[in-house]
């Protein structure tokens, strides 16, 4: 079992930046991949970002590639997103996740979920 919580989030003006980090339970955080997915209201849960359980691997939406990065530290189980040049479009409830394998986590097959942290972009 892992429990996955949130943190980092808050009010920030558009072309700002957030660092959202989620903190897992248990000493089995190195051998899932990690994703951040968010979901804004009235839409659909949108994936964001993974990366693999060593932290060689990672993917993004093309709506953030360039501006968010993910990384994670096996020690701390704990895994981060770096969110550059915001934009009012990012606003959103972040979650992240745990699955087996990166290619898992970006069709949202993923085990364990957190409750989420809100971003809001002012414009």
């Known amino acids: 079992q892992v429990q996955l919580v949130e943190s980092g989030g808050g009010l920030v003006q558009a072309g700002g930046s957030l660092r959202l980090s989620c903190a897992a339970s248990?000493?089995?955080?190195?051998?899932?991949?990690m994703g951040w997915f968010r979901q804004a209201p009235g839409k659909e849960r949108e994936f964001v970002a993974t990366?693999?359980?060593?932290?060689?691997?990672?993917n993004y939406a093309d709506s953030v590639k360039g501006r968010f990065t993910i990384s994670r530290d096996n020690a701390k189980a704990t895994v981060y997103l770096q969110m550059n040049s915001l934009k009012p479009e990012d606003t959103a409830v972040y979650s992240c996740?745990?699955?087996?394998?990166?290619?898992?986590?970006?069709?949202?097959?993923?085990?364990?979920w957190g409750q989420g942290t809100q971003v809001t972009v002012s414009s």
């Open positions: 990366i693999s359980s060593g932290g060689t691997i990672s």
């Open positions: 248990g000493r089995t955080f190195s051998r899932y991949a």
């Open positions: 996740a745990a699955g087996g394998t990166t290619q898992e986590v970006m069709r949202h097959d993923c085990n364990y």
